[in-house]
């Protein structure tokens, strides 16, 4: 599996400290609480709740750089629409790297 970067977030801060630290503190912020929502609509089986959180969380995948991974939420996205769960376990190791990740930055 791909590695989340910080390549996107360097790029929007231009150099600036302070854009890179806040971006990232949005990212830290941000991804638990969109996780845990996530979480709490697969367990409701809502599947129009469980695509809006794929949904958001794909931001925070595209912002760290995981393109193929962008595409599986994509892809897991669509399948929701249908109700179908294809791509579930893809989106959790997904999720489970991006938790890795921002622990160390």
Do not use: C
């Not at 969109?34 to 809502?46: G, H």
């Not at 958001?56 to 393109?67: D, F, P, T, V, Y």
């Not at 991974?69 to 489970?96: C, P, Q, W």
């Amino acid at each position: 599996m791909e590695q989340p970067n910080l390549t996107y977030v360097e790029q929007l801060a231009r150099g600036d400290e302070n854009i890179r630290s806040t971006l990232i503190d949005v990212i830290k912020t941000e991804f638990p609480e969109e996780k845990n929502e996530y979480y709490e609509s697969l367990v409701t089986k809502d599947y129009k709740k469980i695509e809006e959180n794929v949904h958001k969380l794909k931001h925070k995948i595209s912002i760290l750089g995981l393109e193929k991974s962008y595409e599986l939420a994509n892809t897991y996205e669509h399948n929701l629409r249908e109700k179908r769960m294809d791509g579930v376990d893809d989106f959790e190791e997904i999720l489970n790297t991006i938790t890795a990740y921002i622990k160390t930055i």
